[in-house]
């Protein structure tokens, strides 16, 4: 099946830095990805919609200043979380699909802002 | 936007019993997947199955679409099936988006 990567799987960082998620489709072309959140004991929640060549979408209440979403490849969009701060400690998963069916799901990436 | 609502959401079941998850969506779907999380997190995909019945080892699946509803089926239950079992809907209104929208998740413990 197809496969979508996910770097760094844990990241520690102190409140006020900005910590960078990549997320890749490592066989085949993807013009959107998804990132999702998912806080403890809880289920995942839509952030955005990446697009590649163009703006993301964010859904209702995410803060697009705050979370930096860049698709600039086929193969790869970032999720930058700046000014980290502790309530933004999480776990971050990005999807990516091949077409209009199966999405498939990165490992996710475990943030613990300090 | 689509509901998704899934039951019961705890289960606690004995080594080598079956049980049977239940997704139900609120409108119509061009996609549903079931999911099994991990202890570490990661997603495991069980079924791509926006209609019909699928079936891989232990594990079945069958979506109702008309009826707006998914079982998934686990027989002879392992420790190893312990987690969180995930439906997510694609709402077939969302053409354009394709993202899923997760149900609040099974949370099984299989115990020896």
């Known amino acids: 099946g197809a496969v979508v990567s996910q770097h760094p799987s844990w990241v520690i960082c102190k409140s006020g830095t900005s910590v960078k998620i990549e997320c890749r489709s490592l066989d085949f072309q993807a013009t959107t990805m998804f990132w999702y959140r998912q806080f403890p004991k809880q289920s995942l929640m839509l952030m955005a919609t990446s697009n590649e060549g163009s703006k993301a979408t964010y859904e209702q209440g995410v803060e697009k200043d705050k979370f930096l979403i860049n698709h600039a490849s086929l193969t790869l969009s970032t999720l930058t979380v700046t000014s980290a701060h502790p309530e933004d400690s999480s776990f971050y998963i990005c999807s990516a699909s091949r077409g209009a069916g199966e999405l498939f799901f990165g490992e996710g990436s475990r943030l613990t802002v300090l | ?112």
Not at chain 2, 1 to 12: A, H, M, T
Not at chain 2, 20 to 42: A, E, I
Not at chain 2, 58 to 69: G, K, N
């Open chain 2, 1 to 112: 936007g689509i509901q998704v609502e899934q039951s019961p959401p705890d289960l606690i079941l004995q080594e080598g019993a079956n049980s049977t998850l239940r997704c139900n969506f609120s409108d119509s779907v061009n996609n549903l997947q079931w999911f099994h999380q991990n202890p570490w997190g990661q997603l495991i995909n069980l079924f791509y199955i926006p209609s019909g019945t699928k079936q891989n080892g232990r594990l079945s699946a069958t979506t109702v679409a008309t009826e707006r509803y998914s079982l998934l089926y686990i027989s002879s239950s392992q420790t190893t099936d312990s987690g969180v079992y995930f439906c997510a809907v694609g709402a077939a209104m969302d053409t354009g988006r394709r993202a899923l929208t997760f149900g609040s998740g099974t949370r099984l413990q299989v115990q020896p």
